[in-house]
Structures are given as C-alpha cells and as structure tokens.
C-alpha cells in the first residue's frame, strides 16, 4: 500500500461499500537499513511510504468522508520503538513520525469530532511473523530475550492489541484522542 492510488482505491472502495468511513485503522510495518552510513536513500524512502505516508494517504482521503459523517476514528498502530531505540533505525524514525503526526492530527481534527490516537505495541508473536522465525532459528536466544527484556515473561498476542484498538474505536473511548498508548507487558523503558 504504498502507491498513493492504491491507498486512494482502497478507501473509495471501502467508502461506497459501507456507506462511508467511520474507523480507519493504519496498520502496516516494516524496514530495511542498517547503519545510518551504509543505509540508503531508496530503504529510508521505503520506510517512508510504508509506515508514515500510507497512514497519511489514507487519512487524507478518509477525512472528508469522516466530516460528511460528523466524526469518526483514526487509529495508527506503530511501535514502542516509535518512542525509544530498539528496533532497526529506520523504523524507529519513522514509527516516532508517526506518533507526532498523530498528536498534530488529534488537535486538528478534535473540534470535528475524529479522534486519532496510536496503539504502540511491543513484541507480538503471531503465526509466519517476524518474532516466530526467530524463535525457530534461535529458540535460545529468544528464551533469553523473553527472560530478560520482558517483564511478563511472553509474548503479546494479536488479540491483545485488538482489544485496544476495539476500545478506542468505540463509545467507550469517546474522551481519548491524541493518546500513544503501549501494549506491551511493560517491555518499553521509556516514561512518556
């Protein structure tokens, strides 16, 4: 989803098959790079319109739609390392955009009734993901890294970052917008 008239065919399809736009959840991830000196301009630009521009793409075509109804949700899943080293470089650049963007586009949008927040997970183990390769290549390592960077003693799981993005999605959450919320058994070390 990183061709803007993909993103755009996308949310028009969307639109006109349920009458509208009332939630739009910006969910991608992803990264290649290493060092900054050995890290190209095409793995920062492909880290860029993977995890920042989609979201923006699509929340600009979803907006007028949203304000055609009155309101609506914007939800963008980022990354705990949106808010702290830990994950590959340009990822956490582009996860920590994300997270700013979100909390400009909360005030710009909260006089209107669209709220926007982020749901930063932590590490998320789920079927042909990232987190089971490795455990299959390293199962120590990994029983390590579980020891000793998180606090619960697992993994998270997809459903537990639903069941945020549920919450923020509906009345319930009708007062939180401009929020990055964790989800990630403590993991994180920051404080903000």
């Not at 989803?1 to 993909?6: F, L, S």
């Not at 000196?37 to 860029?48: E, G, V």
């Not at 009734?113 to 930063?120: D, H, K, P, S, Y």
């Given at each position: 989803?990183?061709?803007?008239?993909?993103i755009?065919?996308v949310i028009?399809?969307a639109a006109?098959?349920?009458g509208?736009i009332?939630?739009?959840i910006?969910n991608?991830g992803?990264s290649?790079?290493?060092q900054t000196?050995?890290?190209?301009?095409?793995?920062?630009?492909?880290?860029?319109d993977?995890?920042?521009f989609?979201?923006?793409r699509a929340?600009r075509q979803?907006?007028?739609?949203?304000?055609?109804?009155?309101?609506?949700?914007?939800?963008?899943?980022?990354s705990?390392?949106?808010?702290?080293?830990?994950g590959p470089?340009?990822?956490?650049v582009?996860?920590?955009g994300?997270?700013?963007w979100?909390?400009s586009l909360?005030?710009?949008?909260?006089?209107d009734?669209?709220?926007?927040?982020?749901?930063?997970p932590g590490?998320?183990?789920?079927?042909g993901g990232?987190?089971e390769?490795?455990?299959?290549?390293?199962?120590?390592?990994?029983a390590?890294?579980v020891r000793?960077?998180?606090?619960l003693g697992r993994f998270?799981?997809p459903?537990?970052?639903?069941?945020?993005?549920?919450?923020?999605?509906s009345?319930r959450g009708s007062l939180?917008t401009g929020?990055?919320?964790?989800?990630d058994?403590?993991?994180?070390?920051?404080n903000?």
């Open positions: 989803m990183t061709q803007p008239a993909d755009e065919r028009d399809g006109t098959s349920f509208g009332d939630i739009l910006n991608v992803g290649r790079g290493g000196w050995d890290t190209s301009d095409d793995d920062w630009n492909l880290a860029l993977l995890n920042l989609a979201a923006i929340s979803a907006i007028p739609i949203m304000h055609q109804r009155g309101g609506g949700r914007i939800i963008n899943i980022s705990i390392y949106g808010r702290e080293a830990g470089m340009t990822y956490n582009v996860k920590a994300m997270n700013s979100s909390k909360a005030k710009q949008l909260a006089p009734g669209i709220l926007v927040n982020v749901v930063a590490s998320i183990l789920f079927p990232s987190w390769r490795r455990q299959q290549d390293n199962p120590e390592f990994i390590n890294f000793t960077e998180m606090p998270g799981h459903e537990e970052v639903a069941a945020m993005v549920v919450f923020l999605a009345q939180m929020a990055c919320i964790n989800v058994g403590c993991q994180s070390r920051s903000i």
